[in-house]
């Protein structure tokens, strides 16, 4: 029975570890490296934040059948939409130097003077600031590389949600 549970949970562990550990690396970057987030960094991170929120009870509780299922959609959707906004970010770094949006205000100055809706409109726009490439590994920026780890988030969270059905 043990092995049983273990088993049920083992995906969900590995998906909180990874996103617990990217965001780890996001803020050792920040803090200790010195990069600023712009706002569509900060908006990956609240995704993959949500990938981990999401996770954790089906590592914590090893969910049967259909709360498996529920979790696995749930995590595909939460990295769907990270990969959606770090696909914008790399389209963004890859256009021409004067197709590249003019820089707008801060994050937090969108949040003090606009409705929510209209802060997250903004920011999915994207940015010069967005569009700049301060950090690469392997020749790909970090962005590239949240797109990259979202897909396969998607990829781990439809293999659970497929085994499950069966």
């Known amino acids: 029975m043990r092995a049983l549970l273990l088993h ?86 890859h256009l021409p130097a004067d197709r590249v949006p003019e820089c707008g205000p801060g994050l937090d100055f969108l949040l003090e003077t606009s409705r929510l809706t209209e802060t997250i409109k903004t920011v999915l726009r994207g940015s010069g600031d967005c569009a700049k490439v301060d950090w690469t590994f392997l020749d790909l920026s970090i962005a590239e590389w949240s797109l990259i780890n979202f897909v396969a988030l998607m990829g781990l969270a439809l293999c659970c949600f497929f085994l499950r059905r069966q």
């Open 8 to 93: 049920r949970r083992l995906p969900f562990v590995l998906v909180t570890l990874w996103c617990a550990a990217l965001l780890g690396f996001g803020y050792y970057l920040q803090f200790a490296q010195g990069l600023t987030p712009c706002p569509l960094c900060v908006f990956q991170r609240l995704a993959f934040f949500g990938v981990l929120v999401l996770a954790l009870p089906g590592a914590l509780l090893g969910p049967h059948k259909s709360g498996a299922l529920v979790l696995s959609l749930l995590l595909t959707l939460t990295a769907g939409v990270g990969a959606a906004i770090a696909g914008r970010q790399v389209w963004l770094q």
